[in-house]
């Protein structure tokens, strides 16, 4: 019996992600019409919505703009060159904790270096400024990939990263400080687009 292909929704991010959690609320929400629906994490916006263009995935999820830290950057560079091959369906603005893990056993003032996405460090600035001043800023494209690349040991030990409480759990880290974002009013408008 012939079995129906699944419908491929890409997200810009890796499990753990705060657009894989766009994602999963859109498909419960928004195109709830379908049995069989397949998460695909992609690294990039660009890629995200270069697999739309291309037809490997018919849905595709990204970050499009958060209250503290402006446009993001990846998503304007993606859509200022292929915006027009896209289409946006929904918009949906989530409330962003951030939060700080390292490694079982580190403490706040071993850390050296904090890494994140760009967005992640501009979120949380103040916090960082005040709690860790002379850690090293280092910027990744995913926050759940820093949790990831942490937990594996690719990232040096003294690392902390500022990730989704979910991502940090997920690979097993140390949570240092909770909801660390420098506003309470720290939202991102996430974006379920299509191929026009």
């Known amino acids: 019996m012939f079995k129906k292909k699944p419908v491929i929704v890409g997200y810009q991010g890796i499990p753990g992600s705060f657009s894989e959690e766009a994602a999963m609320y859109f498909i419960t929400n928004k195109i709830k019409k379908y ?11 660009s890629e995200v919505i270069l697999h739309l263009i291309d037809g490997s995935i018919d849905y595709g999820v990204f ?10 950057r990846e998503t304007k560079e993606a859509l200022d060159e292929h915006g027009n091959e896209i289409c946006v369906l ?3 603005s989530m409330r962003i904790h951030q939060c700080l893990f390292a490694k ?3 403490k706040l003032e071993e850390i050296k270096t ?3 996405h760009i967005q992640g460090l501009k979120q949380t600035a103040k916090f ?5 001043p002379y850690a090293r800023m280092s910027k990744q494209i995913d926050t759940a990939l820093t949790a990831k690349l942490l937990s594996k040991g690719i990232l040096d030990r003294y690392t902390a990263v500022i990730c989704s409480k979910q991502a940090g759990e997920k690979y097993g880290l140390s949570m240092l400080a909770e909801k660390i974002e420098d506003s309470e009013n720290n939202y991102t408008e996430f974006w379920l687009t299509k191929k026009m």
């Open 63 to 72: 970050a499009y703009t958060n209250t503290i830290g402006g446009r993001v």
């Open 128 to 132: 960082i400024s005040k709690n860790l």
């Open 90 to 92: 929904h918009q949906r």
């Open 35 to 45: 049995k069989n629906i397949e998460l695909l994490p992609l690294g990039t916006t």
């Open 104 to 106: 079982q056993g580190i």
């Open 114 to 116: 904090v890494v994140s």
